[in-house]
């Protein structure tokens, strides 16, 4: 559990990020449709002054997690295709729910997303209230759960298949259908 002082250090931090959106960033995110509204809907923003603990993301895209008790966590995204790994972390951090807000909003419908750039476009862009799962590791035994009042939940996987035969994207979405 983070403290009130955690809390306030990321929402901090992703605020400066947001004002920080570099060109190549805003790039990165109009080339997947996310426009620099819904990009500051989602305090999305660039690691150029990082803050403490964040200094092996300079230059990427900063992605916050936002709860109704404010920001719990920030990932990192790299914006080019050479940078490995493509995503990193704060050291300790676990990892829930990407956009847990959409829970709270009054629907019958919501999607479930492998990332959260898919999140963001569903929810902000298309108007589906939509959670991300960073991957199928990443899906809890708890999760199902927050979804028993739906109607109907839509679930988006991608297609990527790795280079020794698996499809991650559709292990996590049939592990999430069998889970609901």
């Given at each position: 559990?983070?403290s009130?002082?955690?809390?306030?250090?990321?929402?901090e931090?992703?605020?400066?990020?947001?004002?920080?959106?570099t060109?190549?960033?805003l790039?990165?995110?109009?080339?997947?449709?996310?426009?620099?509204?819904?990009?500051?809907?989602?305090?999305l923003?660039?690691?150029?002054e990082?803050?403490?603990?964040?200094?092996?993301?300079?230059?990427?895209?900063?992605?916050?997690?936002?709860?109704?008790a404010?920001?719990?966590?920030m990932?990192?995204?790299?914006i080019?295709?050479?940078?490995?790994?493509?995503?990193?972390?704060p050291?300790?951090?676990?990892?829930?729910?990407?956009?847990?807000n959409?829970?709270?909003?009054?629907?019958?419908?919501?999607?479930?997303?492998?990332?959260?750039?898919?999140?963001?476009?569903?929810s902000?862009?298309?108007?589906i209230?939509?959670?991300?799962?960073?991957?199928?590791?990443?899906?809890?035994?708890?999760?199902?759960?927050?979804?028993?009042?739906?109607?109907?939940?839509?679930i988006f996987?991608?297609?990527?298949?790795?280079?020794d035969?698996?499809?991650?994207?559709?292990?996590l979405?049939?592990?999430?259908?069998?889970?609901?």
């Amino acid at each position: 559990m983070l403290s009130a002082e955690q809390k306030k250090l990321l929402t901090e931090s992703a605020e400066r990020y947001s004002k920080s959106l570099t060109p190549q960033a805003l790039s990165y995110l109009e080339a997947r449709g996310i426009t620099q509204e819904v990009a500051s809907t989602f305090l999305l923003g660039s690691v150029v002054e990082p803050s403490a603990g964040h200094e092996h993301s300079v230059g990427r895209l900063s992605i916050p997690y936002i709860t109704p008790a404010g920001v719990v966590g920030m990932k990192f995204r790299a914006i080019d295709n050479e940078t490995t790994p493509k995503y990193l972390y704060p050291t300790g951090q676990k990892v829930g729910l990407f956009n847990v807000n959409d829970l709270h909003k009054h629907s019958d419908v919501i999607a479930i997303c492998e990332g959260e750039i898919d999140a963001i476009v569903l929810s902000g862009l298309v108007g589906i209230p939509a959670v991300g799962v960073a991957g199928v590791s990443q899906w809890k035994p708890h999760f199902p759960k927050l979804f028993q009042s739906y109607k109907q939940i839509f679930i988006f996987a991608d297609n990527d298949i790795k280079q020794d035969g698996r499809n991650p994207g559709q292990e996590l979405a049939k592990r999430i259908k069998e889970d609901l």
